[in-house]
């Protein structure tokens, strides 16, 4: 018996450039979340001072917290950075895959 030449699916394609762009898209809204959590250190968030005070235990474990709460911000939209990246990151392809 013969084998049966496999035949490519038209959606295929398709397919691998949504999970590129999907990635693309992964990786601007983790930029996002890491300009956030820079900027949430320096506006202060997550600093305690006075009785309840952690010391240097809380240092540590404020970044978790401030990164946790970037992340989320920009899952939610943040404030716009992680889509305009994500379109330059497209735009950069696009011409790349042209040329």
Sequence with gaps: MTPTPSIPLSGAPQLSQTKHEEAMRAAATKLEANFLAEM????????MEGAFSGGVGEEQFASFLRQEQSQLMAEAGGIG???TIFEAMKAREDENVRN
């Design 81 to 83: 950075l992680a889509e």
């Design 40 to 47: 949430l250190k320096h506006a202060g968030l997550g600093e």
